[in-house]
């Protein structure tokens, strides 16, 4: 079997649908399934026009036009009209390269699929008007073809799920197929005791969209308050717009309230890390902090509760799924008072211990990678 993959922009650039995208081809190449990934030079120097990643297949296409982040090549074009495949999956919508799988798969008699990272109706959190007249437009003259006539939408979450269907997709094509991640990479023999300073952790993009100014308004209380325990928090992460219509300056705003109100020993900036190093801060943080307003799934919040932490984020992406038993539930608003309250909760070891064990069962039972590419296997075959 061959499933060909594309996507608009790929590794060394690294971002979520590339992240499983890749996860994918490797796991899928690892059982003997061929699962090249197309691509282009989209945000990436000095790489290869083809290159084996690990055990993955890349081809990378120069583009013509640019508009916004829709990548015109057409050669990839013609080279996907002279390869033999049994499915072409694509990832995100409004891509041309997923506008491109799907005319393929239909000239070539082949089923056609497509992940859609949240791209159907995100933009409706994150652009601003008039920018998000662009992509209605799009819906309009191409009526989502790409995503309505696809033989298979893959989505990450119940909340993306119900978003599919709110976009028009019939309940018949969805199919709900959250990341994966290799449990063991984050497996943490933990320690709970009573703290005076409890390591609070934040990673992630640094966006307007995951609001961190009133995580640090309650720390500031908190700290005021308490007299024998205080919290630091620890952001892991750089600043990118969510969107090109986004104010820049948040990592800026986040580090003046820092200065002014003297927390410079309880709050630390550090920008991204490697894979390798960011799991040390995993191992040795006490708690995890996920504020959005909006995840299509949020990856960091798998990894988190993979280790072992007590996860404190808004009910957004995999949250619901992940967290279901109430001990588990530690899920704030935008209100300082709100999340201080949830902060206090886990300074309690034995509640950290319990959230900690029941957060890792769900992660093993339900999320290890060899679980989730055993549902790709079935889908693929189901459709070929």
């Not at 690892?30 to 990934?37: L, M, T, Y």
């Not at 790489?47 to 829709?70: A, G, H, Q, T």
């Not at 001990?327 to 909760?345: G, M, T």
Request: glycine share 2%.
């Amino acid at each position: 079997m061959k499933i060909i993959r594309t996507i608009e922009s790929f590794y060394p650039k690294v971002h979520g649908p590339a992240n499983q995208a890749f996860k994918i081809s490797s796991e899928l190449e690892k059982k003997e399934i061929s699962c090249p990934v197309y691509t282009t030079f989209f945000d990436v120097k000095k790489v290869s026009r083809k290159e084996i990643i690990d055990n993955v297949k890349v081809r990378r296409f120069k583009d013509k036009i640019r508009l916004f982040k829709y990548i015109y090549s057409p050669d990839m074009k013609k080279r996907l009209l002279k390869e033999k495949f049994d499915v072409i999956h694509s990832h995100c919508y409004r891509s041309y390269q997923s506008d491109l799988g799907y005319e393929v798969a239909k000239v070539k008699k082949k089923p056609f699929v497509l992940s859609t990272h949240g791209t159907l109706l995100s933009y409706k959190y994150f652009v601003k008007f008039p920018w998000n007249l662009v992509f209605e437009f799009y819906d309009s003259i191409t009526q989502k073809r790409t995503a309505k006539k696809a033989d298979a939408i893959i989505v990450n979450s119940s909340q993306e799920y119900k978003e599919a269907l709110k976009f028009g997709i019939k309940k018949s094509k969805i199919h709900l197929i959250p990341v994966g991640i290799d449990y063991n990479d984050y497996k943490v023999k933990r320690s709970f005791k009573d703290k005076k300073v409890l390591d609070l952790l934040y990673v992630g993009r640094i966006t307007r969209n995951r609001p961190l100014m009133p995580t640090l308004k309650a720390i500031k209380k908190i700290n005021e308050t308490l007299l024998e325990n205080k919290i630091k928090l620890i952001i892991i992460g750089s600043e990118v717009r969510s969107s090109f219509s986004a104010k820049k300056g948040y990592l800026n705003e986040l580090k003046r309230f820092v200065k002014i109100n003297k927390l410079k020993d309880y709050v630390e900036f550090i920008s991204e890390l490697d894979r390798k190093e960011l799991k040390k801060y995993y191992k040795n943080s006490d708690a995890f902090i996920y504020p959005s307003v909006y995840e299509n799934f949020g990856q960091p919040i798998l990894e988190a509760a993979a280790s072992g932490l007590p996860v404190i984020c808004s009910k957004v992406g995999i949250a619901s799924d992940l967290f279901l038993e109430n001990k588990q539930k530690l899920f704030i608003s935008n209100d300082p008072r709100q999340i201080a309250s949830q902060i206090l909760n886990v300074i309690n070891p034995d509640l950290r211990k319990q959230v900690s064990k029941a957060n890792v069962k769900v992660v093993r039972e339900k999320f290890t990678w060899d679980k989730i590419i055993e549902k790709y296997v079935k889908l693929y075959k189901t459709l070929s």
